[in-house]
């Protein structure tokens, strides 16, 4: 498509030509007509080899004349501009003055989170997500113009990240983090460009379990509180997510999961009598009782189990979140169909669940003797067919029975 390109040489006006080496020579703001409307486009070079990017900034009229007049006034900050300062000029805001109009990092940081809150993300979320941020602006500093955010920065914060000892998913979850907030301002046209960022690659690793002989330990344990081995029970018989009990709603049999957990997908899942009783004991625990003083009660769960776990010396990968895997695993030895497991588990993916179908069924049932096979229908309940009789299959102390 063919356009006209001006630059400004001492003050005077002179078409370009078709010259790859004079415009990398001059390096000055070209003036560029698209779509009938003028702009200055600003070439960012790469050690004057190739164009790394390019900023344009609207002049603001349909006349040739008045747009080579500000072509020239872009053309005075045109160093600056490429040192990733922004300006505001006159025919943006109908002053006469040209005013610098510097959006930090820390700006869009601040930004971000506060829309972030406005749409209803989740508080865990946030704060990991502020976490992540707050790592960034260590590594490459808050006061630095998001326009001149750079791959080479990108490379320095996971260094950073790597010195500090935090394992790959860790940083993949912080660099997604970054990637998201630049995206963010990208789409809304406050960014040119969003850097090639990608994540560091991770061996494959099988989920992580518990096994029967590593949770009888734990029930076992005589300084252990009995109310934290049925808090234990019911997480590996629901595979529910840590905080996702306290954002549920208990509705007769079933627990009611909402789509604000990770997976941004409800479901429902039956409790048996036992499970319920003990659910709703730990609603008790959370509004009313040790729970309620606590900062995180859910955190104070998490760290129980850690402690449980070391003091059975089982292994040090083990954690928490492996009581959730624990209830996937369980369901493959009973041979459950893997897409009910998905809608069980909550996963937006199949290819998650699909993760769990790797493990050696033989070491399974090796790990796992209290559980069996049984030929029969077990299921899920989704929310859209909440208020039929379709589909209802219910969990009976870690049993999925009609």
């Known amino acids: 498509m063919y356009f006209e390109q001006f630059t400004t040489i001492n003050g005077k006006f002179r078409v370009l030509e078709n010259n790859n080496n004079l415009r990398k020579e001059l390096a000055m703001a070209e003036l560029k007509k698209r779509r009938s409307k003028w702009y200055a486009r600003i070439r960012i070079w790469a050690n004057n080899i190739r164009k790394e990017h390019e900023i344009q900034i609207p002049l603001k009229t349909k006349s040739k004349v008045t747009a080579l007049e500000r072509l020239f006034i872009v053309n005075k900050y045109e160093p600056d501009i490429k040192n990733g300062l922004s300006f505001t000029f006159p025919w943006e805001h109908n002053d006469s003055q040209v005013k610098v109009t510097r959006f930090t990092v820390n700006d869009a940081i601040n930004e971000w989170i506060l829309h972030r809150v406005k749409i209803g993300i989740r508080p865990r979320t946030l704060e990991i997500n502020q976490n992540g941020l707050d790592h960034f602006t260590n590594a490459i500093g808050g006061n630095c113009p998001l326009e001149a955010v750079t791959v080479k920065m990108i490379d320095t914060f996971v260094d950073y990240l790597q010195h500090k000892g935090l394992v790959i998913t860790s940083v993949n979850i ?123 009660p859910a955190d104070n769960i998490s760290k129980m189990f850690k402690k449980s776990l070391r003091s059975t010396n089982a292994d040090e990968s083990k954690r928490f979140h492996s009581l959730r895997h624990t209830f996937a695993v369980r369901r493959i030895v009973e041979q459950v169909p893997v897409f009910k497991i998905q809608k069980m588990m909550g996963h937006s993916s199949i290819v998650t669940t699909e993760g769990y179908l790797k493990l050696d069924l033989k070491r399974l049932e090796r790990d796992f003797p209290s559980v069996t096979y049984k030929p029969v229908e077990s299921g899920f309940r989704d929310t859209e067919i909440r208020d039929t009789d379709k589909g209802h299959f219910a969990f009976v102390d870690g049993n999925l029975i009609n």
């Open 174 to 296: 912080h660099i997604r983090t970054v990637k998201a907030m630049l995206r963010h301002y990208w789409k809304r046209e406050q960014l040119d460009r969003v850097p090639l960022i990608e994540e560091l690659k991770k061996e494959e690793t099988n989920p992580i379990y518990i096994t029967d002989d590593e949770f009888q330990s734990i029930m076992e344990l005589n300084w252990l509180d009995e109310f934290y081995k049925r808090v234990f029970y019911f997480f590996r018989e629901t595979g529910c997510r840590l905080r996702e009990p306290f954002i549920s709603k208990l509705d007769g049999d079933w627990l009611d999961i909402p789509n604000l957990s990770k997976g941004k997908k409800p479901r429902s899942i039956k409790l048996s009598e036992s499970l319920k009783t003990i659910y709703l004991e730990l609603m008790d625990w959370y509004k009313n009782g040790y729970g309620s003083t606590l900062v995180d």
